[in-house]
């Protein structure tokens, strides 16, 4: 039963993303209680012609203050920036919405983003040794992110079978990894 399931929504996904055109598309961070913007690790692709990117910082009834961030319709957004209060026993501290660019939301309501870009490197993640997301067939279908280790980078290959789509996969591998003769790390 899980197989199944888990296959429909591998199907599904793409589809709704291919339906709208490829001009209206807004890459947003996805996240439900992140601590920092490396905690909002998924991308999640809005239609700008109804949707805009938003992040709201959340202040839970345990007084923690975590982000909730994704797409949200353009009149919900208009009328967040003055509804701001409790929700669901969770005190809003912050809402804001944006469309200007892609990844616009993480940048707002003071989500922590500082990732040093000397000693950590973000990257796509899709891989089909790993559970979050499997390796793709369209590069622009890869939604989720990591940030490597000190010592590792980002990667992309492309993978070729004989009477199967060419798939991608993205990721970190160490700098010490010896490469193959492509210069894609060994698995």
Do not use: W
């Amino acid at each position: 039963m899980k197989l199944l399931v888990l296959s429909f929504i591998c199907v599904v996904v793409p589809c709704v993303f291919a339906q709208i055109p490829e001009q209206n598309k807004l890459r947003c961070r996805l996240c439900n209680n992140a601590r920092t913007l490396r905690d909002c690790s998924t991308i999640t692709i809005c239609d700008n012609r109804t949707e805009e990117c938003y992040m709201d910082e959340v202040i839970t009834s345990t007084y923690e203050i975590v982000y909730r961030g994704g797409c949200r319709a353009i009149n919900r957004c208009s009328a967040s920036s003055t509804v701001i209060g409790k929700r669901q026993g969770d005190l809003i501290s912050c809402s804001e919405c944006c469309r200007s660019e892609h990844d616009c939301n993480s940048k707002m309501c003071g989500i922590d983003n500082t990732i040093p870009a000397i000693k950590y490197n973000q990257c796509y993640f899709c891989d089909s040794a790993h559970p979050d997301q499997g390796d793709v067939t369209d590069p622009n279908d890869c939604i989720t992110q990591t940030t490597c280790d000190v010592d590792q980078v980002c990667f992309g290959q492309n993978k070729f079978h004989p009477g199967q789509p060419t798939s991608f996969r993205y990721g970190c591998f160490n700098l010490e990894v010896k490469p193959n003769t492509c210069g894609y790390p060994e698995k």
